[in-house]
């Protein structure tokens, strides 16, 4: 069984910076990412990455975020830059052995969620 820690979401002004971290427990885990949800909206995938370093990132970040992990200590980061207050959302850590699963929201394990709040 895998569980997921996240940590650093938080308030901040449009154009700051925040870094989300979420740390897995348990096997090590082949993919790993973030997916946000705002209210009354679908759940989407904002960026993913293989224990191998491949990533996918939604269109609407790419060039302001960047996803990084640790694979040692089996966590993965988000730094996210140029914040806007669209960004404004809840935070979701997930993980999968499977890369597909991950990037189709069907990933085994899901964190608590983190907020994270953009003002404008």
């Known amino acids: 069984q895998v569980q997921l820690m996240e940590s650093g979401g938080g308030l901040v002004q449009t154009g700051g910076s925040l870094r989300l971290s979420c740390a897995a427990s348990g096997s090590s885990i082949n993919a790993m990412g973030w997916y946000r949800q705002a209210p009354g909206k679908q759940r989407e995938l904002v960026a993913a990455?293989?224990?191998?370093?491949?990533?996918n990132y939604a269109d609407s970040v790419k060039g302001r975020f960047t996803i990084s992990r640790d694979n040692a200590k089996n966590t993965v980061y988000l730094q996210m830059n140029s914040l806007k207050p669209e960004d404004t959302a809840r935070y979701y850590c997930?993980?999968?052995?499977?890369?597909?699963?991950?990037?189709?929201?069907?990933?085994?394990?899901w964190g608590q969620g983190t907020q994270v709040t953009v003002s404008s």
């Open positions: 990455i293989t224990s191998g370093g491949s990533t």
């Open positions: 997930a993980a999968d052995r499977r890369h597909r699963a991950l990037l189709t929201a069907q990933a085994d394990y």
